[in-house]
């Protein structure tokens, strides 16, 4: 399937971020038609459309707009998760940006639909330059009538705040994301109440992600049949996927839904890197079970990934090669979840540090026999043990390496060093002499 443009297609203009270079490129429609339209007909075409969420889970859009109760007497609020710590996604990035006018049209189209007063862009702390090119677009939408009180005549007010975040990845959690924007440490919080009821000070509040937004303000201006155009009925649309990896490449591509991975690699990034054949691949972010070579011609949708053992997640497809070890990725991101646990909850927070130590001595030469029996089942004692989905996606790597690679690890046991055709990468050892990998604990907690 060839490439389709809606979310990108201002990508390539070099004024797309100003006001008078997005109004000229066909900005501002969507708002002028949601304003023209009932709010409540505007969330039942949305929920038509059957948009999925692109910030990871799936969850149909209009039907998570539709648990609002809009009759509370307190304003709901709509807020717009742009924590994107997910390792392999940068699509939220480019999108804030390349064109920053999209996702405030978004916003505006879909706080009219929810009768929203106020919404909060919740922006990764790292994320410098996307927050000085929404800050300047938020300045210019003030400044021209875009956004504040009555806005362009309408009747409608609307307000944008944008709140950095302190670089967490726990943040990108929906809940922890209240809590931190609420000003407290960002840790998960229970549910229910689910933050539909009770979310942003106790608020009605719907969360979404950027590129879920963003994509809601192009389907309140052209209607849901126009966007189910593109996909299979149960995964419309078109999807921003961020490829990364051992490709020639690496970058945003925006698909229909329904594309398969070899298109997308083949077509939009120029194949794998010279001399690389395709090894493994997570399909949507490093929390997504890893598939192989295998599974290149599956279709990037939800269910189709589903039914390969996978996820969709954010969309974020990460390509390795047969020069590059399972067992230093699966390594590689576990520290990355070790680092990133809020420390809630024991299985999570200790569960993520054990499994890291042994694979990092299989790693030194030092592997045992029962290792890997001990790393499948540490990873059952975290999965679904715990209080958030951090902690599932985090056994993703090690179950779905294990699952395709075992002979991998039983070769680096047996033989203390990668297989001779596998590179290892930069910190990587093949033998204990050879040890400079930095040692997160001495003493107590070292294997
Ligand atoms: C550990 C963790 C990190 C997450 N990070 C993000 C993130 O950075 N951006 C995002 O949109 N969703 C993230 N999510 C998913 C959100 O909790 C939530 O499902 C999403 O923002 C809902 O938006 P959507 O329905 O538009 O996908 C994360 C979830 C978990 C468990
Ligand atoms: S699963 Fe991990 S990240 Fe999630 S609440 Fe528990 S300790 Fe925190």
Request: proline share 6%; net charge negative; hydrophobic share 35%.
């Amino acid at each position: 399937m060839p490439q389709v443009k809606v979310l990108s297609k201002r990508y390539d203009e070099p004024d797309a971020h100003t006001l008078e270079g997005y109004t000229r490129l066909d900005g501002w429609k969507a708002m002028k038609r949601a304003f023209a339209q009932d709010p409540a007909v505007l969330r039942e075409v949305v929920k038509d459309s059957g948009l999925r969420g692109r910030g990871g889970a799936g969850f149909p859009t209009g039907l998570k707009w539709s648990f609002v109760p809009q009759d509370t007497g307190k304003p709901v609020y709509l807020v717009v998760n742009a924590d994107e710590s997910e390792p392999g996604t940068f699509k939220d990035r480019e999108l804030m940006e390349r064109d920053p006018f999209q996702l405030i049209e978004g916003i505006i189209c879909s706080a009219y639909a929810l009768n929203s007063p106020r919404s909060f862009i919740f922006i990764r702390g790292e994320y410098l330059f996307p927050g000085i090119r929404l800050e300047e677009a938020l300045a210019e939408a003030y400044a021209n009538n875009y956004l504040g009180e009555d806005i362009q005549g309408s009747g409608f007010s609307h307000h944008i705040t944008l709140h950095y975040g302190s670089g967490a990845y726990i943040c990108g959690e929906e809940t922890a994301l209240l809590e931190a924007l609420e000003g407290r440490r960002g840790q998960p919080r229970l549910r229910p109440p689910f933050p539909a009821v009770a979310g942003l000070y106790a608020c009605p509040t719907v969360i979404n992600n950027v590129e879920s937004i963003a994509a809601a303000g192009h389907i309140i201006e052209h209607g849901a049949n126009w966007w189910k155009q593109w996909g299979p009925e149960r995964s419309p649309g078109t999807k921003l996927f961020c490829v990364s990896g051992e490709v020639a490449r690496p970058g945003n591509y925006e698909f229909p839904m329904g594309t398969s991975c070899r298109e997308i690699v083949e077509e939009a990034c120029g194949g794998m890197l010279p001399g690389r054949n395709l090894k493994f691949w997570a399909p949507g972010g490093s929390s997504t079970p890893l598939l192989t070579d295998e599974h290149f011609d599956i279709p990037m949708d939800f269910d189709s990934i589903a039914e390969a053992g996978s996820l969709m997640g954010t969309g974020a497809m990460m390509m390795y090669s047969d020069k590059t070890s399972v067992v230093e990725a699966t390594l590689n991101w576990i520290r990355f979840y070790e680092h990133e646990s809020c420390g809630k909850c024991t299985p999570c927070r200790e569960g993520n540090f054990w499994v890291g130590q042994i694979l990092e001595r299989m790693l030194d030469g030092r592997g045992r026999p029962e290792d890997i029996d001990t790393l499948d089942e540490l990873a059952d004692n975290i999965f679904g043990r715990s209080f958030c989905a951090l902690a599932d996606g985090a056994t993703s790597p090690v179950k779905s390496s294990i699952k395709y690679f075992r002979d991998e690890y039983e070769y680096l046991i047996q033989r203390g060093r990668l297989p001779d055709h596998i590179t290892p990468h930069a910190g990587a050892i093949t033998d204990n002499a050879q040890s400079n990998r930095p040692k997160m604990m001495v003493g107590v907690g070292h294997v």
